[in-house]
């Protein structure tokens, strides 16, 4: 059992070492050293490694050249040659630089080709060679991947400025979370915290610049239950997390309830009063009372959302009393039956 166990290893050994031999090119003990990939973010440094590993019998570099592969076509980038030293193209001249010091000498040592982006770009982003050109050997190259990052920037909002409660019960999107022009895609998720059940609709899409935007859409009905109620938008971007909030505003019609009748309106009792209660947003701007197929007796003061009864209570004051109350969306109303034992 030992035995095959060791075998076992021997074999993932053999594989792992065949496949690093594969990927690094390597032709009768030369090979290109890179990275399997590499990421940055907009505006960061990040070095592309690329190292000549040598063995017996050495071979000589003629040449050292760095090439970027886009749209199916190669763009040099940077050379270095031993007799005529290092150049760097054009479009990269301010932010590309070969890392080893001894590369950029008069009697350079090529083995090390590292190139430095001092300052990356969203166009960076591609496949480039790192390509040597040796004698007797021939060429060997090799390449890597350069991923640009770009952070989104977060947005909440409500998508509305103003929510209105209606009673056909619409579903509607109440509030936005925007997470704009980050890199790469895929990488970017809006997730919701709240405590109103609701729906989501989340979608990504390409800008023009290669970025892309995650916009995701918080849908309820709107409602009384509803309003003052806040929403999270969680969105997280690689390993970071960004949160943001609103508050829902919501206008609804007055909700109203009567207060004041207890039951026991006795004849000729003292100091009763019924008040009209209304939760409402807007707050209520009118009240109004009414005595169902009847006037109000004039023993009664209105006084705004309250109805005084003035002096000891008569049979007269019997009947169900009304109470409208108006905010700018509507109005509702509630009643009351007063008896009088
Ligand atoms: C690749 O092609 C796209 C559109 O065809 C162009 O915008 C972009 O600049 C090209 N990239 C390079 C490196 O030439
Ligand atoms: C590098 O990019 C090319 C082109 O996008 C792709 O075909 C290849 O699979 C990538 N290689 C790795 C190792 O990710
Ligand atoms: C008010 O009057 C109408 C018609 O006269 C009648 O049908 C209705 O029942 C009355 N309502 C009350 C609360 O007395």
Same mark, same amino acid.
């Given at each position: 059992?030992?035995?095959?166990?060791?075998?076992?290893?021997?074999?993932?050994?053999?594989?792992?070492?065949?496949?690093?031999?594969?990927?690094?090119?390597?032709?009768?003990?030369?090979?290109? %050293?890179? +990275? #399997? $990939? @590499?990421?940055?973010?907009?505006?960061?440094?990040? +070095?592309?490694?690329?190292?000549?590993?040598?063995?017996?019998?050495?071979?000589?570099?003629?040449?050292?050249?760095?090439? @970027?592969?886009?749209?199916?076509?190669?763009?040099?980038?940077?050379?270095?040659?031993?007799?005529?030293?290092?150049?760097?193209?054009?479009?990269?001249?301010?932010?590309?630089?070969?890392?080893?010091?001894?590369?950029?000498?008069?009697?350079?040592?090529?083995? #090390?080709?590292?190139?430095?982006?001092?300052?990356?770009?969203?166009? #960076?982003?591609?496949?480039?060679?790192?390509?040597?050109?040796?004698?007797?050997?021939?060429?060997?190259?090799? /390449?890597?991947?350069?991923?640009?990052?770009?952070?989104?920037? /977060?947005?909440?909002?409500?998508?509305?400025?103003? =929510?209105?409660?209606?009673?056909?019960? =619409?579903?509607?999107?109440?509030?936005?979370?925007?997470?704009?022009? $980050?890199?790469?895609?895929?990488?970017?998720?809006?997730?919701? %915290?709240?405590?109103?059940?609701?729906?989501?609709? /989340?979608?990504?899409? &390409?800008?023009?610049?290669?970025?892309?935007?995650?916009?995701?859409?918080?849908?309820?009905?709107?409602?009384?239950?509803?309003?003052?109620?806040?929403?999270?938008?969680?969105?997280?971007?690689?390993?970071?997390?960004?949160? #943001?909030?609103?508050?829902? +505003?919501?206008?609804?019609?007055?909700?109203?309830?009567?207060?004041?009748?207890?039951?026991?309106?006795?004849?000729?009792?003292?100091?009763?009063? =019924?008040?009209?209660?209304?939760?409402?947003?807007?707050?209520?701007?009118?009240?109004?009372?009414?005595?169902?197929?009847?006037? &109000?007796?004039?023993?009664?003061?209105?006084?705004?959302?309250?109805?005084?009864?003035?002096?000891? &209570?008569?049979?007269?004051?019997?009947?169900?009393?009304?109470? +409208?109350?108006?905010?700018?969306? $509507?109005?509702?109303?509630?009643?009351? %039956?007063?008896?009088?034992?």
């Amino acid at each position: 059992n030992k035995c095959s166990a060791q075998l076992k290893l021997c074999l993932i050994l053999a594989f792992c070492l065949r496949s690093m031999l594969v990927t690094s090119q390597e032709v009768n003990g030369q090979r290109v %050293e890179m +990275d #399997d $990939g @590499k990421s940055g973010y907009v505006g960061s440094k990040v +070095d592309l490694r690329c190292r000549f590993i040598n063995s017996n019998p050495p071979v000589k570099i003629s040449q050292v050249t760095w090439q @970027k592969l886009a749209n199916g076509s190669k763009q040099n980038v940077a050379i270095a040659n031993p007799s005529l030293g290092v150049s760097v193209a054009p479009p990269y001249r301010d932010r590309v630089t070969f890392k080893n010091a001894a590369v950029r000498r008069r009697t350079p040592t090529l083995e #090390d080709t590292t190139i430095v982006f001092s300052s990356l770009r969203l166009s #960076d982003e591609a496949t480039y060679i790192c390509e040597y050109t040796t004698f007797p050997a021939g060429n060997r190259e090799n /390449t890597v991947n350069l991923t640009v990052y770009v952070r989104p920037t /977060t947005q909440m909002s409500l998508s509305t400025p103003t =929510l209105v409660a209606r009673s056909s019960n =619409l579903k509607t999107p109440v509030a936005t979370c925007i997470s704009a022009n $980050g890199k790469p895609p895929g990488t970017i998720r809006n997730r919701w %915290e709240t405590r109103v059940p609701g729906e989501v609709t /989340t979608r990504e899409y &390409i800008n023009s610049d290669g970025t892309f935007t995650v916009q995701s859409d918080y849908i309820l009905v709107p409602s009384r239950e509803t309003h003052r109620e806040t929403l999270t938008c969680v969105t997280t971007y690689n390993e970071e997390v960004y949160t #943001d909030s609103v508050t829902l +505003d919501i206008q609804y019609e007055p909700n109203v309830m009567i207060d004041g009748f207890d039951g026991n309106w006795y004849l000729n009792r003292e100091n009763v009063q =019924l008040s009209c209660q209304a939760d409402a947003n807007p707050v209520v701007s009118l009240y109004q009372w009414r005595l169902v197929n009847n006037s &109000i007796p004039s023993n009664v003061e209105i006084r705004d959302n309250v109805l005084l009864f003035k002096g000891p &209570i008569t049979y007269e004051v019997q009947g169900t009393y009304v109470c +409208d109350a108006t905010n700018s969306i $509507g109005t509702s109303s509630a009643f009351v %039956e007063v008896s009088v034992l």
